[in-house]
């Protein structure tokens, strides 16, 4: 059995690969369903996010296939799955396999490997991610393990790190972004598109802020009205966007629309109707929420996940000591998990040992009493019980030494002499 990881994120791939590799919610489960069936796979875990695309994979691997097989297999299905062809993702991929792949999930999971370093947002999205193979039972014993052992690690390093001490995350950089734009945002009106998580915290930003107006589209009312209720906005539908666009001076959007909601058209007519004042437009969703095009229009200033990297550097800096100190518990961790697992490996071995034992044992205990009763003097069967015991004990060790030895295998011939006790005091 191996763990292999394999993926892309923001420091391999660029917006318009990572947008057509993501797996929406909708098609989630289709993929777990279709990754299981795949050769060798005993369980998987997508997680799929605007940033990354990784599968966190148990597998079998039989001695005569190597690693790279394993790792062509998986990219050969999603390339498949996602109908594109393997020279235009294999620059950007990477893959990790057993203690590797352990210490990449747990630091993604720990906010280490983010686009904003100990962004919290990510933990929960890793959570999703395995409840959503667990609904599919697409869980082995070895992933359950790995997955429930790296939210303990990322709550260890939330509690003893300041990780995520300072407020960063691309919801604050959105933020940060405007405010460099706009010099006062109690005098903007905010457009929010979607009222997932990243909006939730976007919104709570603006409000702290005091922005004049928000208004939150959403594909349903009810979603969106709770974050309204908190945040004191007002909530249209995705439809309305075209008539109410024209009113917003912000518009930040987070949706999981495969297709755009707002075009180029959209924005002119809007601009139109503003008389060029300027937009800024926010677009931190994957796949893009706003057309591209919508960039090249003068007064529009359109900004994707990628362009907030440069806001987040500059507010990176209280957590790098920090981070040292969560990579050391990762480390630590990471190989933990890996000797629990590597002790697994030996538990049918040692069942197989005891049992052989016990055979031996059963096997002498009733030809002595076989013996005694039929006569046999007692101290006699007993001392030839534990002779007889003793030799078939002792076989197979004497011999594995006398080989080693034959060998000249000193490493084998010591590891032999600890697995008997022999060097202990």
């Known amino acids: 059995m191996s763990l292999l990881a394999l993926g892309i994120n923001h420091k391999t791939a660029p917006v318009a690969l990572r947008e057509r590799v993501t797996f929406s919610p909708e098609t989630l489960n289709h993929a777990i369903e279709s990754l299981r069936q795949q050769p060798l796979v005993q369980a998987g875990v997508v997680l799929s996010t605007c940033n990354r695309t990784e599968l966190y994979l148990s597998m079998e691997q039989p001695e005569d296939v190597p690693p ?38 747990m630091r993604v999971a720990s906010g280490l490997d983010s686009l904003v370093l100990g962004e919290p947002q990510i933990l929960g999205q890793v959570k999703k991610a395995y409840t959503e193979s667990q609904r599919e039972q697409s869980m082995s014993a070895d992933l359950e393990r790995l997955f429930q052992k790296t939210f303990s690690v990322a709550k260890r390093v939330r509690t003893e790190t300041d990780i995520g001490a300072s407020a960063v995350s691309v919801a604050f950089a959105a933020c940060t972004l405007a405010r460099q734009i706009f010099e006062s945002l109690s005098e903007v009106n905010v457009l929010l598109v979607g009222a997932g998580e990243t909006i939730e915290l976007v919104a709570r930003h603006l409000r702290e802020h005091k922005v004049r107006h928000m208004m939150i589209a ?39 629309s495969p297709l755009p909601i707002i075009g180029k058209g959209m924005v002119e007519r809007a601009l139109k109707a503003r008389r060029n004042q300027p937009m800024l437009f926010v677009d931190i969703a994957v796949p893009r929420d706003i057309e591209p095009e919508v960039g090249k229009l003068a007064s529009a200033y359109l900004y994707s996940v990628d362009d907030l990297h440069s806001i987040i550097q500059s507010n990176l800096a209280q957590r790098k000591a920090a981070a040292v100190q969560a990579e050391h518990i990762v480390q630590q961790e990471s190989a933990n998990f890996m000797a629990w697992l590597r002790a697994q490996g030996a538990v049918e071995t040692i069942r197989d040992y005891r049992s052989q034992a016990d055979q031996m044992r059963a096997e002498a205990e009733a030809e002595a009493l076989a013996a005694i009763a039929q006569g046999a003097d007692v101290e006699t069967v007993i001392h030839k019980l534990a002779h007889r015991l003793t030799n078939r004990l002792i076989h197979a060790p004497t011999k594995s030494l006398q080989q080693a030895a034959s060998n000249g295998d000193i490493e084998k011939l010591q590891v032999l002499r600890d697995s008997l006790g022999l060097d202990q005091n």
């Open 68 to 105: 790279q097989d394993l790792h062509k297999q998986i990219v050969d299905w999603l390339c498949a799955y996602h109908k594109l062809s393997p020279d235009e993702v294999n620059k950007s991929l990477y893959w990790y396999q057993d203690n590797d792949a352990v210490n990449h999930l």
């Open 218 to 256: 959403n594909r349903t009312r009810e979603r969106a009205q709770a974050l309204a209720d908190e945040v004191n906005a007002e909530v249209i539908t995705l439809p309305e966007i075209d008539e109410r666009l024209a009113q917003a001076d912000i518009i930040i959007s987070s949706t999981a």
